[in-house]
């Protein structure tokens, strides 16, 4: 459990926000900005200067379809508002939308993530004596292990 928790901020960086509304999306935790998740790029500092909670919904700053950016002189709040390109609008029709960035149509899938966070070694010249259909399982890995060079023996 404790492995997967920490794989939990890798994994943020995957899930993408389309601000539809803004009603399901908070402000400062989800990656829905193009700087992506903007508490982890801004910080406490950002958030106290800003006037809004740490809970607080993207729906807090639309205002009839545009973005209604605070009129505080900030560094951090003026690089987020530079950051925001002219077309990266909310759509007041639609709901907000989570998408999955590793698949081409932005669904979940168990394959993708599984590619995403595992380490793949090159696949050795000797796999297909030990690793065969007909191969008894038992025997593949003790010649498995001898070939590393971590079987047991007398002299080990």
Known sequence: M???M???ATCQSWIRYIIGIGNYT?????NWHPLGVLYQQFGEA??????LALRAKVASII???QWKWPRIRNRAVLSIIRN???NFLPSTSDCDKVVWTLTANGSFSVKSAWE???????????SSLVWFSQGVP????IEWLAILGRLSTRDM
Not at 116 to 126: F, L, V
Not at 138 to 141: D, I, L, V, Y
Request: aromatic content about 16%; overall charge positive; charged content about 25%.
């Open 2 to 4: 404790r492995k997967l």
């Open 6 to 8: 920490k794989l939990r």
């Open 26 to 30: 908070f402000l400062w935790t989800d």
């Open 46 to 51: 950002v958030v106290t200067n800003w006037g």
């Open 63 to 65: 205002d009839e379809g």
């Open 84 to 86: 925001t390109p002219g």
């Open 116 to 126: 995403a966070c595992r380490k793949c070694n090159p696949i050795q010249p000797w």
């Open 138 to 141: 038992h025997w593949s890995f």
